[in-house]
């Protein structure tokens, strides 16, 4: 079956711009969580959506922020960019529910330069 | 809070050899789950094994086992029979509780370096 698909792959913004980026997850599963990956700060948890609702949130400014539709499709939006939130941006999917042990299923992410 | 610690910023091995990882994790949930993830070059995280913290037995996925020594809270992934294309960095990582499914921590990775 066909894996997570993240859009753009690459893209470049200036300070100040805003940028949303879209993740669709494997059929069927229904959680996708967002995670920025830095050299400085490695993979840090953005969110957590679960049927179209926030289920976690870790320790970023408002300026991220992120939905996801009926599909468990998902966008995440960063507000007024900084030069510091360029960075590789991994969605990733899990059934969410059930069985779920918890295992992850990655995106190949999409890499957002800040200039 | 969770917590996830690899000393190895890097590591060597010979090809066909085997080579160990190392994890250790912090946490004060009864029921968590530990994982091991492999990042190659394109980016792209992949899921190598799960183990459950009510496992009694090591996890094994092919030639990647996980050392699972709860006491000691150590997670390590043994790599059997190492290959070139096990070049890669390697995430552990660590879920608490059902409810945070999708929500793990992870340590700063491990590079490996496999040489022929």
């Known amino acids: 079956k066909a894996g997570v698909t993240q859009t753009p792959r690459y893209l470049i913004k200036t300070r100040g711009q805003q940028v949303t980026l879209s993740c669709s997850p494997i059929?069927?599963?229904?959680?996708v969580s967002w995670y920025q990956q830095t050299p400085g700060q490695g993979l840090q948890f953005l969110f957590e959506y679960f049927s179209e609702t926030q289920r976690n949130k870790g320790n970023f400014p408002g300026r991220f922020s992120g939905r996801q539709f009926s599909n468990s499709r998902s966008e995440m939006n960063v507000s007024t960019l900084e030069l510091g939130d360029s960075a590789l941006y991994l969605c990733a999917s899990s059934l969410g529910a059930g069985e779920d042990t918890g295992e992850l299923f990655f995106g190949e992410g999409s890499r957002l330069t800040v200039l | 809070a969770q917590k996830i610690t690899q000393t190895q910023p890097g590591m060597f091995v010979q090809e066909k050899e085997a080579v160990t990882l190392d994890c250790t994790y912090d946490?004060?949930?009864?029921?968590?789950?530990l994982f091991w993830y492999k990042q190659p070059s394109s980016g792209e995280m992949i899921f190598l094994i799960y183990?459950?913290?009510?496992?009694?037995q090591n996890a094994t996925e092919g030639r990647y086992s996980l050392n699972f020594q709860k006491a000691r809270k150590s997670a390590n992934l043994v790599i059997s029979a190492s290959q070139l294309g096990d070049s890669a960095m390697y995430f552990c990582?660590?879920?608490?509780?059902?409810?945070?499914?999708?929500?793990?921590?992870f340590g700063d990775g491990t590079t490996l370096t496999v040489k022929p």
């Open positions: 059929s069927g599963h229904r959680s």
């Open positions: 946490t004060s949930d009864q029921s968590y789950g």
């Open positions: 183990q459950g913290s009510y496992d009694e």
């Open positions: 990582a660590m879920r608490e509780a059902y409810a945070n499914a999708g929500k793990s921590t």
